[in-house]
């Protein structure tokens, strides 16, 4: 979509983390884990949950809930926010799907 007459230079086609360098692995890593936390910061405002009360509801320092708030995720795992879900009152399921061939894959073969 073109917004102010400026024209798009690049669109992502797959996952914007491999679009930014990471490995495919990586790149899933990285998109599950910001999904995670977004479904974090959804339980958050839907509770409406201070800083002061997200420590005593996740059982953590106030230095990883800021951490949390601000988007500092890099230095935590996937299991560790999953975590922070279910103490949030969240279930997750998971949905899995076979994998797009790569363009530059196919033109290699």
């Known amino acids: 979509m073109l917004r102010n007459g400026n024209k798009a230079t690049h ?10 360098g990471f490995s495919p692995e990586e790149a899933a890593i990285l998109r599950m884990k910001t999904q995670l936390h977004v479904e974090i910061m959804r339980a958050i405002e839907r509770r409406g ?23 500092k995720i890099s230095r935590m ?3 560790l926010l999953a975590k922070y879900l279910y103490r949030l009152g969240r279930e997750i ?17």
């Not at 800083?51 to 106030?62: A, N, S, T």
């Open 11 to 20: 669109f992502s086609r797959v996952n914007v983390f491999e679009d930014l």
């Open 49 to 71: 949950l201070t800083p002061r009360q997200l420590e005593k509801v996740l059982d953590v320092p106030q230095p990883r809930v800021s951490e949390l708030i601000t988007g």
């Open 77 to 79: 795992t996937a299991d």
């Open 93 to 109: 399921e998971m949905n899995t799907k076979t994998r797009r061939k790569r363009r530059d894959a196919l033109a290699s073969a």
